[in-house]
């Protein structure tokens, strides 16, 4: 049996059928088997390329339950273009990195007050 990605690929193309748009912008988005090739035959990701979202990310405590179950009302993924969930990465690396520089500045006392 195929691993969770071949799973994930089948449930971004049911999900980009249903509708192509990002759900986060609205933008119209392709497969990732319409963006050009590179090299080797590897895809050159475009920005409008449909993504999986995860309902919880990676980074959330709660990961263990990024299961797919795509229930009208409680849907774990959803389909986002490339740059949406990039930027949505982003966002949450920054985020927990300035939690953890904030944890440490207090564990150190205020040392360095008024930076
Ligand atoms: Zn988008």
């Given at each position: 049996m195929g691993g969770g990605g071949k799973r994930l690929v089948k449930q971004r193309e049911r999900l980009w059928k249903k509708n192509p748009h990002c759900e986060n912008c609205g933008i119209e988005t392709i497969l990732p088997k319409h963006c050009p090739r590179g090299k080797k035959g590897r895809i050159i990701a475009q920005?409008?390329?449909?993504?999986?979202?995860?309902?919880?990310?990676?980074?959330?405590?709660?990961?263990?339950?990024?299961?797919?179950?795509?229930?009208?009302?409680?849907?774990?993924?959803?389909?986002?273009?490339?740059?949406?969930?990039?930027?949505?990465?982003?966002?949450?690396?920054?985020?927990?990195?300035?939690?953890?520089?904030?944890?440490?500045?207090e564990r150190n006392g205020n040392l360095e007050t008024n930076i």
């Open positions: 920005d409008h390329m449909a993504t999986i979202q995860h309902k919880y990310s990676r980074l959330h405590p709660d990961k263990r339950r990024t299961m797919i179950l795509d229930h009208e009302n409680d849907r774990r993924h959803f389909l986002w273009c490339y740059k949406c969930n990039r930027l949505d990465n982003d966002a949450e690396l920054a985020a927990i990195a300035a939690e953890f520089w904030k944890n440490i500045n």
